[in-house]
């Protein structure tokens, strides 16, 4: 039973793309492993935000937002 909105779509998206069993299989586990590390990194980047706003750690020296744009 799928419980998770993520199992659906990727449930979904291998549905509409995937006709053999191998490539279900294989997709199915990437797919998993990509949701896996955007969590992580989702994780990474709220603890940091955190530590930034209660004074942990300081932005570099001429950083006055949180720009991602390349300099």
């Known amino acids: ?3 998770r909105v993520t199992d659906t779509i990727i ?3 291998i549905d509409a793309t995937c006709n053999d069993t191998r ?6 586990h990437a797919l998993h492993g990509l949701v896996r ?10 603890q ?3 530590k930034l706003s209660t004074g942990e750690i300081s932005q570099p020296e001429g ?7 390349p300099t």
């Open 1 to 3: 039973m799928l419980t």
């Open 11 to 13: 449930e979904e998206l």
């Open 23 to 28: 490539s279900r299989h294989f997709f199915l």
């Open 37 to 46: 590390v955007a969590k992580a990194e989702q994780l990474q980047e709220l």
């Open 48 to 50: 940091r935000d955190v």
């Open 63 to 69: 950083c006055d937002s949180d720009s991602r744009e």
